[in-house]
């Protein structure tokens, strides 16, 4: 698998659009959820807004700061999905949500490439200086407990979300 994590620039507008174009439908027909939400967040049809907005830079009203990344097929020019690394956790994120969420287009799903994605972020997670990372999932989200434990994760813990659905959480130990 030849599969690298990128920033968006104005080079991948184009395939930015089909993700998120496609992932919408799906959810609109199979109501699956939207991870990692950074990048639901903003109409990327005002693409230069999207850019600008895509990462948040400071802490402000109770979110942290945290970088965006795509995953890029470069030898079908084609991104896979993205993920979103929160620099650090505060209380809300503690409980849910942790370091990671990320997500898979829904046409490139069960190929692996969750666990590829998760494998490059924990890479991106480590130069931030995030030794030790919390991924989360709903239970029912077998695919992505998966790819984290594929990844070194280590179940800690379950409980019912405020939605009414069981979530788990894994830490995820990256040495020193």
């Known amino acids: 698998m030849d599969l690298k994590l990128i920033k968006l620039t104005r080079a991948y507008e184009k395939q930015l659009g089909e993700m998120i174009d496609e992932w919408k439908a799906d ?12 990048i639901f967040k903003n109409d990327y049809h005002d693409f230069d807004y999207y850019l600008e907005h895509l990462e948040l830079k400071t802490a402000t009203e109770g979110k942290v700061p945290d970088s965006v990344f795509f995953l890029l097929d470069p030898e079908r020019d084609r991104l896979l999905g993205a993920v979103n690394i929160r620099h650090y956790l505060n209380d809300a994120l503690l409980r849910e949500g942790g370091h ?3 997500g898979i287009r829904p046409s ?19 130069k931030l200086g995030i030794h030790r990372v919390l991924m989360t999932c709903d239970k029912d989200n077998v695919g992505s407990a998966k790819s984290i434990v594929r990844n070194g994760g280590v179940l800690e813990n379950e409980f019912v979300n405020e939605d009414g659905n069981v979530e788990q959480r894994y830490w995820i130990d990256l040495g020193d």
């Open 27 to 38: 959810q609109e027909i199979n109501h699956t959820n939207r991870s990692p939400w950074a």
């Open 100 to 102: 990671i969420g990320d």
């Open 108 to 126: 490139e799903r069960r190929k692996g490439y969750a666990t590829e994605l998760v494998r490059l972020a924990l890479i991106e997670c480590k």
